[in-house]
């Protein structure tokens, strides 16, 4: 397939640009090159047959005509957005901007697209999401396709809007569509915002690392190449009109994750004395954090085969050991606005 990937010059959309390239489809990556896309993800990609880089924003009505008509895709697998809930609290103006009006702006491109191609019923729109779009869950139960929305932060609300105008666009124009909603994701290339990379990045430069509250907010960890798997397999088989939750089926608390990385750390790059987990520092928590997340994946295995492929504890050490094998590649993101300062405080 020809693919349009949004975002793909960011953390999830890049492992996505990469698979897709090394199955052999021809990519076209359109990133409007925000803080948190790096054109370094995608290097290993860039003079593979079939790929270009489009530098537009999904706001720019314009430009995504001009996309589509420069390039006549098979497939949109649409990735962009503003994804970091502590720059949602300190800005929710930008998150509204590109996640629900970006998302407005690209379904009315690719709907004038297939409609001057006839309306081809191979044609995919494949919506990218997120589990916080469903709230927060208590000790018990998991998210399911049909759990109510129940968004609680200015990021999350924000998704779910985008999420309810791609169902729109599916039952007003038959807009022929996918969504997923996945689960927490990490791994290679994930910007320095986020917990993972920030534990390990902290850790090895000796400075505390934070934890949210008492750290015992749980999240299902999705390995990022799993999910950009697991994108792909939803975009080949996945049933018209279908929305299919992902999860990584490794349910861990903050504190128990950033524990686990400490341990790995302290086995692959020992201080010279104690354990990185002394420098473990709670902080105050996030106005309105989630207590828990977690996915049932029956849809994706039942329907379409799939199930991730990296455990937890296999991932978090090929996450650490790539960090510390790429310090040219976090190094040169450490003046990016934001990156080593405390958001979201309200």
């Not at 370094?40 to 003079?47: G, P, S």
Request: hydrophobic letters at 40%; a negative charge; one cysteine or more.
């Amino acid at each position: 397939m020809k693919i349009l990937v949004t975002g793909g010059a960011g953390f999830i959309g890049s492992a996505v640009v990469r698979l897709a390239v090394a199955r052999g489809h021809d990519v076209i990556n359109l990133d409007a090159l925000t803080y948190a896309a790096c054109l370094d993800n995608v290097a290993d990609v860039a003079d593979a047959p079939g790929y270009v880089f489009e530098h537009a924003d999904i706001r720019d009505r314009a430009a995504l005509d001009a996309v589509f008509a420069r390039h006549a895709p098979d497939a949109v697998m649409h990735l962009a957005a503003e994804s970091h809930v502590d720059r949602s609290i300190d800005g929710p103006a930008t998150f509204i901007e590109t996640n629900v009006m970006g998302t407005f702006h690209l379904l009315e491109a690719a709907r004038a697209y297939w409609t001057a191609q006839g309306k081809p019923e191979t044609f995919r729109f494949h919506h990218v999401s997120t589990d916080e779009v469903f709230g927060s869950l208590g000790p018990e139960g998991q998210f399911t396709e049909t759990t109510a929305y129940d968004p609680r932060s200015p990021y999350s609300a924000s998704k779910a809007g985008s999420d309810h105008l791609v169902r729109a666009w599916a039952e007003t124009y038959g807009l022929p569509v996918l969504l997923t909603n996945c689960s927490n994701n990490y791994g290679p290339y994930h910007f320095p915002e986020k917990l993972v990379p920030v534990v390990i990045l902290n850790a090895i430069a000796g400075k505390p690392i934070p934890v949210y509250g008492d750290g015992s907010n749980v999240r299902d960890w999705l390995y990022v190449e799993d999910h950009a798997d697991a994108l792909l397999t939803v975009l080949d088989r996945g049933v018209v009109g279908r929305n299919y939750n992902i999860g990584g089926e490794n349910e861990r608390s903050n504190l128990e994750l950033v524990r686990t990385l400490c341990a790995i750390l302290d086995e692959v790059r020992p201080k010279a004395s104690g354990s990185y987990a002394d420098q473990v520092t709670f902080v105050t928590d996030r106005p309105g954090h989630d207590a828990r997340y977690a996915i049932d994946p029956s849809r994706m295995q039942t329907e379409l085969g799939w199930r991730p492929s990296v455990t937890v504890e296999d991932g978090l050490r090929l996450t650490v050991m790539w960090y510390l094998a790429h310090e040219d590649w976090w190094r040169a993101l450490q003046d990016r606005d934001g990156v080593g300062t405390r958001l979201g405080q309200a």
